[in-house]
């Protein structure tokens, strides 16, 4: 296997030319290659471009439908609900956001959900959406089954992500993404494709009791909440938000995004997904606001340190850190990405991939 390094304008030419051969258009494609090589730039390769190439099945067999344009099928005066008729998932999302940055600068805050939609990546890219218009951000969506609750053996919620991103005055937004399960799937099975055993507390086997072996994931087993009841707690107010209030398919009614699950519910996925925006300078002044988070951002950097620790950081400070570095130096791919991305290459008939190759594992 290998380590590549790759600097972002040429990925999102890559998966630009990639996204077009499965019959994409150009426009779409475009904003598609952002969200996920911003991600892959915040190191966050789990839901950057190496998922580009399984979504990209869902195409040819009319699960999802390239010719698609989300549409507001309701709405008033601060929420709206967005049916993204199965098209390109990245582009539905990244509308349903913009709505809700637009209803909350008219009534200080706004809500939209999104059904018939599918996988979108990361949910902090849409909130980080939200933070660079002077707004609170949050974004999550429902998924398919795949983790287990307090007193459960089998899958009984999806990992329910959510994730917030903070206006922080003269600093850089705050900003958490985060599976409600104990780690999200994907670095369960990334762990499995590698051979690799994973930390206590994040899957049980088929009897419901921890493992640290995920081989036998995603057919048999489940991934636990994180911090027990809590992320349960959380998960299910993701369920509520995201799928209960918008008519999205639900729980075991839920398919995956993936293509070929063993036991998946036949048609396209039916994904709920919530984007809230709240106008931060609503109540007090946005400069306020602001001076307020730097106040914030500068008293815990200041609070005392443990011992052997030099900095405390700030939710999102080392992804924006990452990311500064992935610009102007390029970044790093592991190998399981540079793998995805040379069989989404063949898949479409693409030869050269703009990779250095910097180490063979």
């Known amino acids: 296997m290998t380590s590549v390094r790759v600097f972002a304008n040429d990925l999102e030419a890559f998966v630009i030319e990639a996204m077009k051969r499965y019959g994409i258009r150009e426009e779409d494609a475009q904003l598609s290659a952002q969200i996920l090589v911003t991600t892959d730039t915040w190191g966050v ?10 979504l990209l099945k869902n195409f040819p067999i009319g699960r999802l439908d390239a010719e698609a344009n989300p549409e507001v099928v309701r ?26 940055i637009q209803k909350a600068k008219a009534c200080g805050i706004g809500y939209t959900g999104v059904i018939h939609t599918s996988h979108f990546g990361a949910a902090g ?19 398919d089954p795949q983790m287990t609750v307090p007193g459960g053996k089998g899958k009984v919620l999806g ?21 409600t399960s ?23 086997n088929a009897d419901g009791e921890p ?51 063993v036991g998946n519910p036949p048609g396209p996925a039916n994904q709920g ?29 200041g609070s005392p340190k443990a011992k052997g620790t030099e900095r405390i950081y700030l939710p999102g400070e080392i992804e924006w850190g990452k990311r500064e570095q992935a610009l102007a130096h390029g970044m790093v791919l592991p190998p399981d990405v540079v793998e995805s991305l040379q069989g989404l290459a063949q898949d479409v008939g693409i030869e050269t991939l703009p ?7």
């Open 159 to 179: 990992t329910n992500p959510i994730a917030y991103a903070i206006p922080a005055g003269n600093n850089k937004p705050v900003f958490l993404d985060i599976a």
């Open 45 to 54: 390769h789990t839901h950057g471009t190496r998922q580009l190439r399984p």
């Open 273 to 301: 997904q919530m984007f809230i925006a709240i106008d931060t300078g609503a109540m007090l002044s946005a400069e306020l606001f602001g001076e307020r988070m730097d106040w914030l951002v500068d008293y815990v950097h």
């Open 355 to 361: 990779f250095e190759i910097i180490a063979d594992i």
């Open 211 to 261: 493992t640290t072996d995920p081989s036998g994931f995603p057919e048999t087993g489940a991934l636990m909440p994180m911090a027990a009841h809590k992320g349960y707690g959380f998960a299910l107010l993701v369920e509520v938000l995201a799928g209960v209030m918008t008519g999205a398919a639900m729980t075991k009614e839920q398919p995956s995004w993936v293509t070929g699950v």
């Open 125 to 143: 890219y849409y909130a980080t959406m939200a933070a660079n218009e002077g707004m609170v951000g949050i974004a999550s969506c429902n998924a």
């Open 75 to 100: 709405e008033g005066a601060a929420w709206a609900l967005i049916d993204g008729h199965h098209g390109v998932p990245f582009v539905t999302a990244h509308r349903a956001m913009q709505i809700a």
């Open 182 to 204: 104990a780690a999200a799937a994907n670095k369960i099975i990334r762990a499995k494709l590698l051979g690799q055993s994973i930390p206590e507390g994040w899957l049980v």
